[in-house]
């Protein structure tokens, strides 16, 4: 049980919460643009990673994931173009 309590001080940490809400915010821009996947996105921000925290690394990535493919159905909606 501790290690669970542990888990979810990390999660809701200001900076991992920030990280989640810059990520899911890139992640629905980059999904949003034809032509860049959710893996492009990813790999723009990862350089970015290797000077942040573990789980602030991890809410970062998740949240561009997460946005990402919803972003994807952005351009398929509004310029019926097919998305990611």
């Known amino acids: 049980m501790s290690s669970f309590q ?7 940490q200001l900076e991992s919460l920030l990280a989640v809400i810059f ?8 999904g949003a ?3 860049l996947t959710i893996s492009v996105g990813m ?3 990862l350089p970015l990673t290797f000077f942040l925290p573990t789980h602030v690394s ?3 990535l ?13 351009s398929a ?3 019926d ?4």
């Open 77 to 79: 909606i509004l310029l």
């Open 6 to 12: 542990q888990a979810l001080g990390m999660a809701l």
């Open 43 to 45: 790999i723009f921000i």
């Open 23 to 30: 990520g899911c915010l890139f992640g629905l821009i980059v």
């Open 62 to 74: 998740l949240g561009i994931y997460c946005s990402g493919m919803t972003g994807g159905s952005v």
């Open 58 to 60: 991890i809410a970062l």
């Open 81 to 84: 173009i097919p998305g990611t």
């Open 33 to 35: 643009i034809p032509g």
